[in-house]
């Protein structure tokens, strides 16, 4: 390896805050740097999203016990449910764009350094 690429490794898992040996497993398990960086962009979304996922759910079951208790309809149950809607929206998306391949690297760029 020469100095320039170790620096190159160097720089590329200090951006993903990784070690280079971490960033060399990840790159070559995930089909290069550029995919291994995308997958853990993705992981931390769905984290996010999972997250979202819990804090509506738990909001629309508090929601529907003191409907249940009072049977009276809650002003926020249409927030929440529209909240809901945007949040797996937002999944969907995310799983559409699992499904999308990368694109391809130009001509003469590398993709697993």
């Known amino acids: 390896m020469t100095a ?3 620096e190159r ?3 590329r898992a200090s951006e993903r805050n990784v ?3 971490r960033l060399l497993v990840e790159s070559a398990l995930a ?3 550029d995919a291994a960086k ?3 962009e993705m992981i931390g ?3 996010r999203v999972a997250r979202l996922v819990g804090k509506v759910g738990v909001n629309i079951n508090q929601i529907a016990r003191v409907t249940n208790a009072t049977l009276e309809a809650q002003p926020e149950t249409a927030a929440a449910i529209a909240a809901h809607g945007r949040v797996m929206v937002r999944l969907e998306q995310l799983l559409d764009d ?3 391949p990368l694109p391809s690297p130009a001509p003469g760029q590398e993709s697993a350094s």
Do not use: I
């Open 19 to 21: 070690t280079v040996p």
């Open 98 to 100: 699992l499904d999308r």
């Open 4 to 6: 320039e690429q170790e």
């Open 38 to 40: 995308l997958r853990a």
């Open 9 to 11: 490794l160097l720089e």
């Open 45 to 47: 979304e769905l984290y």
């Open 31 to 33: 089909g290069g740097a």
